[in-house]
């Protein structure tokens, strides 16, 4: 049984450019969630998706965007990047909500 | 929003020792309060969860206590052994949305 798959693992990023960034939750699994890691702190959370929706959002710009398919896969955009959104990105998953939320391994985003 | 504080930073503790983190919360409206733990290079694990309706739940050497009145919820680890070294996250949630984490306790068990 696969759990939560995350692609890809490292990327590097020059400062304005765009990325995306991909998750496939656990099997049996319909709620995606990101975060956001910065080194040496705890996950801030960036936004929700169920059954195609984003149900909340963090405190995070406009920037950061993010889809979820009808196979409950998931994408992270984030456009305009800042050296500031260097960070290791993690997707989780849950059935219906956060109890039991699964990690994914996560992307290092290094933005240069 | 919920905020969720925990202390110590860090922890060295002796192979064989306790070792017990502590959180606090300020949402009176959280009922989820997971544990994880993350090694070097990985992804963090939920190691242990208790719910607002118990106040303490025990799995093999960790366990985890929750006082709702002051707000606050620990965990502990008994006979800590070298591969328990990891950091450790406490979250809370007063809905099925975020997950707010605290900021970490790096743990070191001394051998």
């Known amino acids: 049984d696969a759990g939560v798959t995350q692609s890809p693992t490292h990327l590097i990023k020059t400062r304005g450019q765009q990325v995306t960034l991909r998750c496939s939750p656990k099997s049996g699994h319909d709620t995606v969630s990101w975060y956001q890691q910065a080194l040496g702190q705890g996950p801030q959370f960036i936004f929700q998706y169920y059954e195609e929706e984003e149900r909340q959002r963090g405190n995070f710009p406009d920037r950061f965007s993010g889809h979820q398919f009808p196979n409950y896969s998931s994408e992270l955009n984030v456009n305009a990047l800042l050296l500031g959104d260097s960070a290791l990105y993690l997707c989780?998953?849950?059935?219906?909500?956060?109890?039991?939320?699964?990690f994914g391994s996560g992307t290092r985003l290094t933005v240069v | 929003g919920e905020n969720v504080e925990q202390h110590p930073s860090t922890l060295s503790v002796q192979e064989g020792d306790s070792a017990v983190i502590k959180c606090t919360y300020s949402?009176?409206?959280?009922?989820?309060f997971p544990w994880y733990k993350q090694e070097l290079g990985k992804r963090p694990q939920l190691i242990i969860d208790i719910r607002s309706n118990v106040g303490e739940k025990k799995d093999q050497r960790i366990a985890v206590t929750l006082n709702k009145t002051a707000k606050h919820f620990s965990l502990h680890i008994t006979e800590t052994q070298p591969e328990d070294s990891a950091v450790y996250f406490c979250?809370?949630?007063?809905?099925?949305?975020?997950?707010?984490f605290g900021a970490g306790t790096t743990v070191t068990v001394r051998a």
């Open positions: 989780a998953s849950a059935h219906r909500g956060v109890n039991g939320y699964t």
């Open positions: 949402d009176s409206a959280s009922n989820y």
């Open positions: 979250a809370a949630t007063p809905n099925d949305y975020k997950l707010s």
